[in-house]
């Protein structure tokens, strides 16, 4: 005589729906839910940091237009914009606020250019002041960036990889100062002019823009230079 189960004798054989639950309740191994892989933080970070650089680029396009200029001064023209490639963090339209540097880190800064380049050791602070006041994290509206205030078009033509590094972006924007003052003949205003203004309208007004902003630029890196007589 078979024995059957107590519960079996009073419940009866199991119904579709109790088997459907027991199936549910240990689903096979194939339809287990994986764990999602491990995102590589450094190829996400990467891939963010080449996005934002292109919305940058088509930015700057936008507002400065497609106008080429003639030979190295486009940096204010943002001409002929190319890949950008290993920059450090890319900049955002607003980029996380940095202080200034300490004075002994921006006179080395200065005194390592200057000497490099040729130039007065104020002059080049002067500008530095007017640009960025010391930050280097600074990134104007026109996607100018860092102490020197490189377009991305003179950041790439001078190869420069990251133009948030300070020692890199001041290196730059003293051969970019450089270029201009032998292009004017040492003429400080003009070389000004166009390193705020561009070349192009410098040569095309023959001297100092009169854009009110260039001006005043002007005005505000000469009265700081205390071997110009007033």
Request: net charge neutral.
């Amino acid at each position: 005589m078979k024995h059957t189960s107590s519960w079996y004798r009073h419940s009866g054989p199991p119904s579709a729906l109790t088997a459907l639950f027991c199936l549910l309740a240990a689903p096979p191994a194939s339809l287990r839910a994986q764990a999602p892989a491990p995102v590589n933080a450094n190829s996400a970070a990467a891939a963010a940091m080449r996005e934002s650089l292109n919305q940058q680029r088509a930015a700057v396009q936008k507002q400065l237009g497609q106008t080429a200029t003639n030979g190295f001064f486009v940096s204010q023209r943002a001409a002929g914009l190319g890949p950008i490639t290993g920059m450090a963090p890319a900049p955002s339209p607003e980029p996380v606020d940095c202080g200034p540097l300490p004075p002994s880190e921006v006179d080395s800064l200065v005194g390592q250019a200057s000497q490099r380049e040729g130039l007065d050791e104020d002059l080049l602070r002067g500008i530095m002041k007017q640009e960025s006041a010391f930050r280097p994290c600074a990134l104007s509206p026109k996607g100018a960036m860092g102490l020197m205030q490189l377009m991305p078009a003179t950041a790439e033509q001078l190869g420069i990889q990251n133009p948030f590094d300070a020692a890199s972006n001041v290196d730059a924007g003293a051969k970019f100062l450089k270029q201009l003052l032998n292009r004017y003949g040492g003429d400080i205003p003009r070389a000004l002019g166009a390193y705020n203004a561009g070349p192009t309208r410098v040569d095309a007004a023959g001297g100092v823009p009169a854009i009110p902003e260039t001006v005043d630029y002007i005005r505000q890196i000469m009265s700081s230079l205390p071997f110009i007589e007033r």
